[in-house]
């Protein structure tokens, strides 16, 4: 089955410093995959769509410079929180679908915790 | 604008049968996934209707009715392993939009 592949699970760092976080489809490819947000007990928000050659969509109130993304390849997206806050504690979600495949489902990374002191 | 509804908490007794209703309203509509998520973990697939109808996929069913702007999760012969949030997505065609989700609890 189609796998997805998020890394780190978990990261802490200190204010005002940058974080990466890495999503990779391992056994296909995904022109498009999607960055969600998730606070405790709470639904996921979709953050951006990132575009393969191109640069992402971004949802209302979600902040571009705050929350760069660079999707290099078919197989990889990146996330960079940069100047992290307190208040930018929280899950983050990668997903993808596959290449080609209009009714398959998402597939998600197991995620990664950011917490911000 | 876009909105999804779907009952923020169920609570039932193991073996029981739970349904969580989603109704939504979006501007496009290519089909209705439920995702179910357990705390601290990833959200995982269960199923996805493009079209009306009943789809069957071991113990968990889920409906839609597109006219009605609705659809269901059905889950049969519950386990306490259920106990999770379960969450309707629209796939509206350039991106999934999700519902706010149901708390399920399953009690012995």
């Known amino acids: 089955g189609a796998v997805v592949s998020q890394h780190p699970s978990r990261v802490i760092c200190k204010s005002g410093t940058s974080v990466k976080i890495e999503c990779r489809s391992l056994d296909f490819q995904a022109t498009t995959m999607f960055w969600y947000r998730q606070f405790p007990k709470k639904s996921l928000m979709l953050m951006a769509t990132?575009?393969?050659?191109?640069?992402?969509?971004?949802e209302q109130g979600v902040e571009k410079d705050k929350f760069l993304i660079n999707h290099a390849s078919l197989t990889l997206s990146t996330l960079t929180v940069t100047s992290a806050h307190p208040e930018d504690s929280s899950f983050y979600i990668c997903s993808a679908r596959q290449q080609g495949a209009r009714n398959s489902p998402l597939h998600f990374g197991n995620g990664t915790r950011l917490t911000v002191t | 604008g876009q909105s999804l509804e779907q009952p923020s908490e169920v609570t039932a007794v193991e073996g029981a049968i739970v349904q969580i209703n989603c109704t939504y309203q979006t501007s496009g509509f290519y089909g209705l996934s439920w995702y179910q998520q357990h705390d601290g973990g990833a959200p995982t697939f269960l199923s996805y209707?493009?079209?009306?109808g009943l789809e069957e996929t071991g113990r968990f069913s889920s409906f839609l009715s597109r006219s009605d702007s609705y659809g269901y999760l059905l889950l049969q012969e519950l386990q306490m392993k259920d106990s999770a949030s379960y969450f309707c997505?629209?796939?509206?065609?350039?991106?999934?939009?999700f519902g706010a989700g149901t708390r399920l609890f399953v009690k012995a």
């Open positions: 990132s575009n393969e050659g191109s640069k992402a969509t971004y």
């Open positions: 997505a629209v796939d509206g065609g350039f991106k999934t939009i």
């Open positions: 209707n493009a079209l009306d």
